[in-house]
Nanobody
Framework: QVQLVESGGGLVQAGGSLRLSCAVS????????MGWFRQAPGKEREFVAV????????YSADSVKGRFTISRDNAKNTVYLQMNSLKPEDTGVYYC???????????????WGQGTQVTVSV
């Protein structure tokens, strides 16, 4: 069983930065592509960024390109999301997911964390 635990969320002013972490249990971390998603109240969960098993390939949603960076440390079983130049519309619960395939659709992910709240004030 794979377990994911997100951390690093909080309240930040517009223009600020946060770094989210997702710690993954188990010895198979490097066999999973890892994705970050977010969900605002009343909205569906949406794709933010994904990183391949080795970390060599990343892909981000247009809404966060140039502001958010996904990375991973396979020695620490952890994936990160560095979020800069935050905007109020970035507010939501951020989830990390693990998937054996490199995909962007949330329905294709096998495992999820419990989420961490990010709130960006004006």
């Amino acid at each position: 069983q794979v377990q994911l635990v997100e951390s690093g969320g909080g309240l930040v002013q517009a223009g600020g930065s946060l770094r989210l972490s997702c710690a993954v249990s188990g010895r198979t971390f490097n066999t999973y592509a890892m994705g970050w998603f977010r969900q605002a109240p009343g909205k569906e969960r949406e794709f933010v960024a994904v990183i391949s098993q080795s970390g060599a390939y990343t892909y981000s949603a247009d809404s966060v390109k140039g502001r958010f960076t996904i990375s991973r440390d396979n020695a620490k079983n952890t994936v990160y999301l560095q979020m800069n130049s935050l905007k109020p519309e970035d507010t939501g619960v951020y989830y990390c997911g693990a998937n054996t395939a490199l995909t962007v659709g949330p329905a294709t992910y096998d495992y999820w964390g419990q989420g961490t709240q990010v709130t960006v004030s004006v």
